[in-house]
């Protein structure tokens, strides 16, 4: 099968298969070779690498995943999908499709049955839908992940990569930092996919950290913590966890807590620095 990274080509199996793109799936199909070279490059495969692809489409970064890869797991929920990438990807045996949710695809176990329960590179042009929930579920069922290569809308991008007291920063900032290190490694424009997205996207690497980013006594706590802050921004710390239906301290502990880390009593939530959180949490645990 040719080269999916060639639009013609892209254009000829749709034509072939009369696919129907499905907007609930976000299905936006790259055609750009030289995007598809650069996510395997800010990737790293190796030969010796097992991969996980979501969202597989039609196969075109799946031919690049197993030109250069060990082994591909390939989940694509469209079952109309399923017989094009048996077609596109016919030449491969080290690829295994699978058509299910990625959602409710059991990661640990495929990461234990395909690559020994050894960390997994996880590589994907996200459906921008779910973006979040799948990088969720990635971090917090605590799959073994060495990195995390994906495709993104160029916001969301930004937002996992930004620093506390810019806008961008947010809930998502400090789950993604509290995990992993991003780095945005390519901006891509509409016109790099079909059918063409109304937004721009980047492409982001979550490389898993080696050691815990912060010790946090109680991660449940922490998140609870960063989310009533986030939820109301405009409110001081203090206002947003007093107000929150999910923490349950009085506004008089958050006040010395924040004196003992030296922080003012009116510092909004979206100064405070992942260590900052940590610290918070740690202390009003006690
Ligand atoms: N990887 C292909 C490419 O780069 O051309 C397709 C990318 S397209 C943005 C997203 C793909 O994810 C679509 O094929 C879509 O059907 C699939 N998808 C959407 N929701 C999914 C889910 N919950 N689980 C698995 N695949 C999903």
Do not use: W
């Not at 199996?13 to 499905?22: E, R, S």
């Not at 109301?232 to 502990?253: D, F, H, I, M, W």
């Amino acid at each position: 099968m040719a080269d999916l990274g060639k639009p013609q080509n892209t254009i000829a199996v749709l034509q072939k298969y009369h696919f129907n793109f499905q907007k609930k799936f976000g299905q936006n199909f790259l055609i750009d070779a030289r995007v598809l070279e650069k996510i395997i490059q800010a990737a790293e495969i190796t030969a010796e690498d097992f991969v996980l692809e979501i969202g597989p489409g039609i196969g075109t970064m799946t031919q690049y995943l197993c030109e250069n890869a060990r082994e591909v797991a390939a989940v694509e929920i469209d079952r109309n999908l399923i017989p094009i990438l048996e077609d596109t990807l016919q030449k491969y045996d080290n690829v295994e499709i699978i058509n299910e949710d990625i959602l409710k695809v059991d990661i640990n176990r495929l990461a234990q049955e395909k690559n020994n329960g050894k960390p997994v590179k996880v590589v994907a042009n996200l459906p921008y839908y779910i973006t979040t929930p799948i990088i969720m579920k990635l971090f917090e069922s605590h799959v073994p992940v060495d990195s995390i290569t994906i495709m993104v809308q160029k916001e969301v991008a930004e937002r996992m990569q930004a620093e506390p007291g810019s806008k961008e920063y947010g809930a998502l900032s400090l789950a993604v930092q509290y995990y992993a290190e991003p780095s945005i490694v390519a901006n891509v424009p509409p016109n790099c996919f079909i059918p063409r997205p109304k937004v721009g996207s980047a492409v982001i690497r979550l490389s898993s950290h080696r050691e815990k980013a912060v010790q946090v006594e109680d991660e449940r706590l922490m998140f609870a913590f960063i989310r009533a802050s986030f939820n109301q921004r405009r409110k001081t710390l203090v206002n947003g966890l007093n107000n929150s239906p999910e923490v349950s301290v009085s506004k008089e502990e958050v006040v010395k807590v924040l004196e003992q880390m030296g922080l003012s009593s009116d510092i909004r939530g979206e100064k405070l620095s992942l260590e900052q959180f940590a610290e918070l949490s740690n202390k009003l645990m006690q």
